[in-house]
């Protein structure tokens, strides 16, 4: 993994989050994007050379909707940049860890996702992601 790309954060109610945490980072959001495979609504935040990302649910059957539910707001998923996210997903699965996507799907700010399931990896949840190739 080359770098700590994004720290996701769970949120019931995006516009009262974007206030809040522009007024916590001192920023305002860059970027909003919905992901519907994933059923969310996406805001990304900059600070330094990390991003942060708010997680909105689109629907109650979503993810992030079953997340805030059974433990509330709050971080959700660390996001690690990978190369050749196929080859690390092979890898990964070797090492022992589970994956929650046997696949990479798309993802938000143009990004290839594969999930690392929490039971293998001290319970966070990890996300690896790649630059999508033009």
Do not use: W
Not at 39 to 49: A, E, M, R
Not at 56 to 68: D, G, L
Request: one cysteine or more.
């Amino acid at each position: 993994m080359k770098k700590l790309e994004h720290i996701g954060i769970a949120v019931k109610n995006l516009e009262e989050s974007e206030i809040l945490f522009a007024k916590l980072l001192g920023t305002k959001s860059y970027k909003r994007e919905a992901v519907e495979s994933e059923g969310v609504i996406t805001s990304f935040f900059l600070v330094g050379n990390v991003k942060i990302e708010l997680l909105s649910a689109t629907h109650p059957e979503s993810p992030i909707a079953k997340f805030i539910e059974k433990k509330g707001e709050g971080i959700h998923h660390l996001a690690f940049e990978v190369e050749d996210i196929d080859g690390q997903i092979e890898n990964k699965k070797a090492e022992g860890f589970e994956l929650i996507s046997k696949m990479p799907k798309d993802g938000a700010d143009n990004k290839r996702i594969a999930f690392l399931h929490p039971k293998s990896t001290g319970g966070v949840l990890t996300e690896m992601c790649e630059e999508k190739k033009k």
